[in-house]
């Protein structure tokens, strides 16, 4: 079964920072956009961010723009959420997405296909 593996969650202050990262378990990541998504009980999910093929082309919401960064590493097979300034907002489970693209392109609108089980992240003071 095609799936991902994030980690890096966990409970931080406001104003930290945490860095995510997911692994694929049974392909290969550089032949898929990857992207970031989150949701907290009783809302729906939402898009964080998104990262190319080649990871020459990315894109963010609006509310995370200037404090996330997404990255990836393709030769080591994972990606990466490098999330600094958290805040209160930010708790909620984040997911690690992908889809298969020939093109180099990203977006969130895709339809993602294989999706890890989550990392829960918390802001609390």
């Known amino acids: 079964q095609l799936q991902f593996v994030e980690s890096g969650g966990g409970l931080v202050q406001p104003g930290g920072s945490l860095r995510l990262s997911c692994a694929p378990t049974?392909?290969?990541?550089?032949?898929?956009?990857v992207a970031w998504f989150r949701q907290v009980p009783g809302k729906e999910r939402e898009g964080i961010s998104c990262?190319?093929?080649?990871?020459?082309?990315?894109d963010y919401s609006d509310f995370v723009k200037g404090r996330f960064t997404i990255s990836r590493d393709n030769a080591e097979d994972t990606a990466y959420l490098q999330m600094d300034n958290l805040k209160p907002e930010d708790t909620a489970l984040y997911y690690c997405?992908?889809?298969?693209?020939?093109?180099?392109?990203?977006?969130?609108?895709?339809?993602?296909?294989?999706w890890g089980r989550g990392t829960q992240v918390t802001v609390s003071s």
């Open positions: 990262i190319s093929r080649r990871g020459t082309i990315t």
């Open positions: 049974g392909f290969v990541l550089k032949n898929f956009v």
């Open positions: 997405a992908a889809v298969f693209r020939i093109q180099d392109t990203c977006s969130l609108t895709l339809n993602y296909e294989y």
